[in-house]
């Protein structure tokens, strides 16, 4: 900012984007829903490394698609963690089926956030009688991701998927939308150790339930 002073008036000469550099990634933070998402990563236990070797495998080939999270490092994580109060890698119980069972309840008595499924690996559950007792499920929502589906979720939506995060095969998809700057919004997040379509089935079931419908006009699985 260039400030010169005039009596009896102030004329201030102000830059509204960048000055004396280049607009560049290495110059723009990440977005608040790429922070979103990252935290929600490292809240769940994946490994700050594997965060960042995920990110690392989609690096753009062309420097004109390089955007600020392919440029993430370890210290941009950790600030993460500390905005969100993000524990690190550090389990609830040494066993890991009981770990995740208790992070659920965790999540189940924050009122922000709505578990929509919940299905623990190895057994057979009565709410969830056609799901095989291998198949692990974990779906949840914010209340905040809720409304952000219900405001943007009638243009577009699109499911993402994040492979080999841990040694039990479990993948993430998440549910994202659009919103008015044209930036993807994380609004559910879905643990599955499978693809088939009655898993996918169940979990729009119960997207359903919990929003009243949603109707969009382009839907795209990647």
Known sequence: MVISKETPDIHVKWFKTHHGHDLN?????????????????LKIGVPKRKVL???QEDFPSHPDLIRPIHLTKMIDLHNIMKKYNV????????NDA???DA????????????????????????????VPANEFL???????QENMLKT??????????THGMNGYGIEMSTLMV?????????VLFFYHTSKHTDIYTLLFEKLKERTGGIQCKVFIVR
């Open 25 to 41: 990634p290495g110059h723009i933070g990440l977005t608040s829903p790429e922070k979103m998402d990252i935290a929600r990563q």
């Open 53 to 55: 070797q995920n990110l």
């Open 87 to 94: 524990d690190g890698d550090v389990k609830l119980d040494p």
């Open 98 to 100: 009981i770990s995740v």
């Open 103 to 130: 992070m659920v309840k965790k999540i189940e008595l924050n009122k922000d956030y709505g578990v929509l499924i919940y299905k623990a690996q190895g057994i057979v559950s009565e709410d969830y009688p056609g």
């Open 138 to 144: 974990l779906a949840y929502m914010s209340e905040t």
């Open 152 to 161: 943007y979720g009638g243009n577009i939506i699109c499911v993402d998927g």
């Open 178 to 186: 659009i919103d008015d700057e044209f930036q993807g919004f994380p």
